[in-house]
Nanobody
Framework: EVQLVESGGGLVQTGGSLRLSCAVSGVNFDDYSIAWFRQAPGKKREGVSCYDGRDGSTNYANSVKDRFTISSDAAKTTVYLRMNSLKPEDTAVYYC??????????????????????WGEGTQVTVSS
């Protein structure tokens, strides 16, 4: 059974930082892409960042580039999203997702939604002004 469990969300002031975690089980990291998406109230779900387990490459949407960093632990069981210099417009529910397709990260880097194979339940991030 594939499971993705997000944690680390919360309330932070503008300019603050958070680190989200996505615990992944039931998939082989080497064959999957793990991506973070977010959905703000009244808006569509959008791609934020992607980690390609096949080669370790990473991608970011322009809106978060140079502020967010995606990484994996050495055991390849958890994917992190370090978020710095947070802005009120970063407020959203953040979702972790996994897919075995090979074009995932090329879609996510444009901030687009992709219908991933597996999704977590999401974690709320709220940035106060």
């Amino acid at each position: 059974e594939v499971q993705l469990v997000e944690s680390g969300g919360g309330l932070v002031q503008t300019g603050g930082s958070l680190r989200l975690s996505c615990a992944v089980s039931g998939v082989n990291f080497d064959d999957y892409s793990i991506a973070w998406f977010r959905q703000a109230p009244g808006k569509k779900r959008e791609g934020v960042s992607c980690y390609d387990g096949r080669d370790g490459s990473t991608n970011y949407a322009n809106s978060v580039k140079d502020r967010f960093t995606i990484s994996s632990d050495a055991a390849k069981t958890t994917v992190y999203l370090r978020m710095n210099s947070l802005k009120p417009e970063d407020t959203a529910v953040y979702y972790c997702a996994a897919d075995s397709g090979q074009r995932i990260c090329s879609v996510v880097k444009h901030g687009l939604y992709y219908n991933m194979d597996y999704w977590g339940e999401g974690t709320q991030v709220t940035v106060s002004s």
